[in-house]
């Protein structure tokens, strides 16, 4: 955003990153699966899938002097979808995620823009009250270029 004397605002800032996520059979709906083998193998092993995917690891507003008022989170969020399905139409891919520590209003943010949550925490991290657990969602892109996805909950 630019101010009355020309100099930029920051108001927000996403950093993004590209990791293999685990995704355990079990977390996933068959039809999530379907499309989730196309971009990596299942280890028989472990019973998971392990697919590479732009991680948002990063994405917050700007609270200094006030300027968290000037953006919503959305539209913070939509900059970064936009940028990675920009870079997926390049490289492909479908798939995106975030992790967030458990708290509701974290949860319903990204499930408000579409991402849909799965439990591949490992036990021992879910029971660990020293290292709270991080809650793992994943989001579908329906289409390229299209970044809203509602098909069976991911
Ligand atoms: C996450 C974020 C981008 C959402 O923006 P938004 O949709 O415009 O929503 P708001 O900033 O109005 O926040 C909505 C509510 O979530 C709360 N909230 C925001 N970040 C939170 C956090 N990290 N932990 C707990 N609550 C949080 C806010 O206090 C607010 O609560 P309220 O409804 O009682 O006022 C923005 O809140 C933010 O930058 N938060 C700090 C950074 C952050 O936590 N990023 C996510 C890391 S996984």
Redesign the pocket.
């Known amino acids: 955003m630019q101010p009355t004397d020309g100099a930029p605002l920051l108001l ?1 800032y996403f950093t993004l990153t590209n990791k293999i996520l685990t995704v355990p059979r079990n977390a996933i709906s068959k039809s999530v699966e379907k499309r989730l083998a196309r971009f990596g193998p299942l280890d028989n092993d472990s019973n998971s899938y392990s697919v590479p995917m732009p991680l948002i690891a ?4 700007n609270y200094a002097d006030g300027l ?1 008022a000037k953006i ?3 539209d ?1 969020m939509s900059v970064a979808l936009k940028k990675i399905s920009a870079i997926q139409y390049d490289l492909s891919g479908k798939y995106t995620y ?1 992790e ?2 458990d ?1 509701p ?2 949860i319903e ?1 990204y499930e408000r823009n579409d991402f849909r949550r799965i439990d591949s925490g490992t036990p021992e991290t879910i029971y660990d009250t020293t290292n709270p657990y991080l809650v793992q969602m994943l989001k579908y892109f329906s289409s390229r270029g299209e970044w809203v996805g509602r098909i069976d909950n991911c």
């Open positions: 927000g990063q994405l917050g507003k968290n919503d989170g959305g913070l975030i967030c520590v708290t209003k974290l943010f």
